[in-house]
Nanobody
């Protein structure tokens, strides 16, 4: 599966953005999906994940209550709605797809396919 992330940009603190991840191929609905981010000088970190059917979600603590992950298996698109953005949310955001193998959703090494990343910049 090929992934294309979009929707990044420059926003003031307290603002909102919605990221999209468009997937090619007819097997999108068989993958769990995740969002990761990488700030300058830091390692890529887990942000959120969603199960293949959208029935389960997982968030890192720092975004709980502010970010919402969702997916549309008809349109082959995953979203990350980001509200109340903070300067520390500034990073390149990546979407990724993971086969169902029962392993951790938080571990980036468990993901099989990655998009190219979209830059989110939050000004203070």
């Amino acid at each position: 599966v090929q992934l294309q992330a979009s929707g990044g940009g420059l926003v003031q603190a307290g603002g909102s953005l919605r990221l999209s991840c468009a997937a090619s191929g007819r097997t999108f609905s068989s993958y769990h999906m995740g969002w990761f981010r990488q700030a300058p000088g830091k390692e890529r970190e887990f942000v959120a994940a969603i199960s293949w059917n959208g029935g389960s979600t997982l968030y890192t603590d720092s975004v709980k209550g502010r970010f919402t992950i969702s997916r549309d298996n008809v349109k082959n698109i995953m979203y990350l709605q980001m509200n109340t953005l903070k300067p520390e949310d500034t990073a390149v955001y990546y979407c990724a797809a993971k086969r169902d193998n029962g392993r951790s959703w938080r571990d980036r090494s468990e993901y099989n396919y990655w998009g190219q990343g979209t830059l989110v910049t939050v000004s203070s």
